[in-house]
């Protein structure tokens, strides 16, 4: 039997779109309309918000804690969160979680080791940008980085908040991100960590001039080989 997974959502086309990997994945592993048992949970994206504004990654990590408990007590066997950005609150959520979690920061870190990437380009929040979620990961596996400029993380921060999460996505803004990739490409960088999980949805990896890791589905998949 595969194990139940729990979902701590955040942002709902993030979690959708882990939920819909996950489930449209699984049959090639797991025989015909099947999948793991998947449980999600969340709170409003707007209560989130109000403890990131401030910085106070225990009330991020209060939410995602009460979240797994519900997962847990109806059978949840380990959890994911499909949101970058409140991995920052990870420490403090694992050390008082009644399940096991998968960090989504490895599942990237693991792919762009097989794939023999060295220098990952950031993308994300401007909180994950600046953050310490994948310089902390990425420093294990031996990896460097680079993050866009003031300019354009709070560019790219707008983009996610008023239009990504609310389901928006604009030719305008998919050519922005190529062009940031761009920059970063000409820094160094061989991949780029689309490191907010509503990214994957605009970018177009055929388009784009970096290869791509795309935590949502990373992720995902990562939790399905966990599960099975």
């Not at 403090?92 to 599942?107: D, G, N």
């Amino acid at each position: 039997m595969a194990k139940h997974i729990g979902i701590v959502a955040c942002s709902a086309e993030g979690a959708a779109l882990c939920y819909r990997t996950m489930c449209t994945e699984a049959p090639q592993m797991m025989g015909e309309h099947m999948h793991p048992e998947v449980s999600m949970h969340t709170y409003p994206l707007g209560s989130y918000m109000t403890f990131i504004r401030k910085g106070d990654w225990k009330g991020v990590s209060e939410l995602m804690l009460s979240s797994v408990e519900k997962l847990y007590k109806i059978g949840a066997e380990f959890a994911i969160t499909p949101d970058n950005t409140i991995h920052e609150a990870y420490g403090f959520v694992i050390e008082r979680s009644p399940i096991p979690w998968l960090h989504i920061a490895e599942a990237v870190a693991e792919a762009a080791r097989e794939k023999g990437y060295s220098k990952l380009a950031i993308l994300g929040t401007k909180y994950l940008m600046t953050g310490p979620v994948y310089p902390e990961t990425l420093k294990k596996y031996g990896m460097t980085y680079e993050i866009p400029d003031e300019e354009d993380r709070e560019r790219i921060d707008r983009v996610i908040f008023q239009e990504l999460v609310n389901g928006i996505f604009q030719e305008s803004s998919r050519r922005y991100f190529n062009e940031v990739m761009e920059k970063l490409k000409k820094k160094g960088c061989d991949a780029a960590v689309l490191g907010c999980t509503e990214i994957p949805l605009i970018v177009d990896p055929d388009d784009s001039p970096l290869p791509t890791l795309d935590s949502t589905r990373l992720l995902a998949r990562a939790a399905l080989r966990y599960a099975i």
